[in-house]
């Protein structure tokens, strides 16, 4: 299995409304609940405005689309990172899963998984 990583800061947040969000950037996640409106962006485009915030997250991806079908791959690529005391935060799209490591673990996470089979792009 193929990882691309993406070098790019990241920030985790909370915000109050969707207008507190630049929807024209070219990355973004929204999560909404009935509890909260959670935010995963780059960090340049983060809102002035935030109710938490988290900053120093990087992240990489799974090539390729991802069918449905598939059992296990977010499962066994955060079981190595747990192995080694390395956290996630993961986001899930349609096509893909994104994993997010705060940036002081980001080589480090790479490199396990390269020792685990994976391929690092």
Request: with cysteine; proline share 2%; net charge negative.
């Amino acid at each position: 299995m193929e990882l691309k990583k993406i070098p790019y800061n990241l920030t985790v947040c909370k915000v109050s409304q969707l207008s507190d969000i630049r929807l024209d950037a070219d990355f973004y996640f929204i999560g909404k609940t009935d509890e909260e409106l959670s935010l995963v962006c780059r960090t340049k485009d983060a809102p002035l405005r935030t109710l938490e915030r988290d900053d120093g997250w990087k992240r990489f991806r799974i090539q390729g689309i991802l069918d449905f079908s598939l059992i296990g791959i977010l499962s066994q690529v955060s079981g190595i990172l747990a192995e080694h005391k390395i956290s996630i935060f993961a986001v899930s799209t349609f096509n893909t899963d994104y994993i997010l490591v705060k940036k002081e673990n980001f080589d480090r996470s790479l490199e396990v998984l390269a020792e685990a089979g994976y391929t690092v792009v």
